[in-house]
């Protein structure tokens, strides 16, 4: 259970807050806390036990929670623009209609995270573990996704523009009905995926993987493909760039 007397502090301000942690070398417990609602914008959290605190709608723009532990954390609603979550554990966590614009979540663990409706919009989400989790209808224009693992994950009906997805392992995961148009996808591998009806206009694509991947109705139109595979996809009524010099083996 959370300290009660961190509670107290919390309750007092950012300024307070903030001050006792550059004075005291003391690691803050927050466990099951119930924050709903707070304001926590630019909280000193770094490192903090937050595991299964209850952060429903509460305002977290631009606070420090790198390093923190989040497992399971009810985070529905929660405003985390411009956080920094670097290395925080945010398994399991319930971010259904979160809000992480220009958040920092770099080499952080979402395994099995529930991200539905989420706008991830510029945000860093390199190296990071997104295995089996829940991403359906997000934003994320311009989010940098690069070497993460999005393994068996799914991204139906999600805005991924100019989304950097170089060298990620995205195999069994679904995009059908998604957008990635202008995506980076140099060495991107996407073996076994659903991308049934998704945009792939303008995308750059170098030793991408498209092995048994299913590409029923995907639009390639001015897409550039440069040593791509594309062994057993099915390209029923895909459509293709007119090639000009590409490679497509």
């Given at each position: 259970m959370?300290?009660?007397d961190?509670?107290a502090l919390?309750?007092?301000?950012v300024k307070?807050?903030?001050?006792?942690r550059?004075r005291?070398n003391?690691?803050p417990?927050?466990?099951?806390?119930k924050l709903?609602?707070?304001?926590?914008r630019?909280?000193n959290l770094?490192?903090?036990?937050l595991m299964?605190?209850?952060l429903?709608?509460?305002?977290?723009?631009n606070?420090?929670?790198?390093?923190?532990?989040?497992t399971r954390?009810n985070?529905i609603g929660?405003t985390?623009?411009g956080a920094?979550?670097r290395?925080a554990?945010?398994?399991?966590?319930n971010?259904?209609?979160a809000?992480?614009?220009?958040?920092?979540?770099e080499?952080?663990n979402?395994i099995?995270?529930?991200?539905?409706?989420?706008d991830?919009a510029e945000?860093?989400?390199?190296?990071?573990?997104?295995?089996r989790?829940?991403?359906?209808?997000?934003f994320?224009?311009?989010a940098?996704l690069?070497?993460?693992k999005?393994e068996?994950?799914?991204?139906r009906?999600?805005?991924?523009?100019r989304?950097d997805?170089?060298?990620?392992?995205?195999s069994y995961?679904d995009?059908?009905?998604?957008t990635?148009?202008?995506?980076?996808l140099?060495h991107?591998?996407?073996t076994d995926?659903a991308?049934?009806?998704?945009?792939?206009?303008r995308?750059?694509?170098y030793?991408?993987?498209?092995t048994?991947?299913?590409?029923r109705?995907a639009?390639?139109?001015?897409?550039r493909?440069?040593?791509c595979i594309l062994?057993?996809?099915?390209?029923?009524e895909?459509k293709m760039?007119?090639p000009?010099?590409?490679a497509?083996?």
């Amino acid at each position: 259970m959370a300290q009660h007397d961190q509670l107290a502090l919390l309750e007092k301000g950012v300024k307070v807050w903030n001050e006792w942690r550059s004075r005291y070398n003391i690691v803050p417990d927050l466990t099951e806390a119930k924050l709903s609602r707070a304001n926590l914008r630019g909280f000193n959290l770094k490192g903090a036990k937050l595991m299964r605190a209850d952060l429903g709608l509460a305002d977290l723009s631009n606070a420090d929670l790198s390093g923190a532990d989040l497992t399971r954390c009810n985070l529905i609603g929660v405003t985390l623009c411009g956080a920094m979550l670097r290395r925080a554990s945010l398994m399991g966590c319930n971010l259904i209609g979160a809000k992480l614009i220009a958040a920092n979540v770099e080499q952080s663990n979402l395994i099995g995270a529930k991200m539905t409706r989420a706008d991830l919009a510029e945000s860093n989400f390199i190296g990071c573990e997104l295995i089996r989790v829940d991403l359906v209808e997000s934003f994320m224009v311009g989010a940098n996704l690069r070497m993460a693992k999005l393994e068996r994950s799914n991204l139906r009906d999600c805005n991924l523009e100019r989304v950097d997805l170089r060298g990620v392992n995205a195999s069994y995961t679904d995009f059908s009905r998604s957008t990635l148009i202008d995506t980076f996808l140099g060495h991107t591998n996407f073996t076994d995926a659903a991308l049934i009806d998704v945009l792939f206009n303008r995308a750059r694509m170098y030793k991408t993987n498209f092995t048994d991947a299913d590409l029923r109705r995907a639009d390639f139109a001015r897409t550039r493909f440069t040593e791509c595979i594309l062994d057993g996809a099915n390209l029923a009524e895909t459509k293709m760039p007119v090639p000009r010099n590409q490679a497509i083996a």
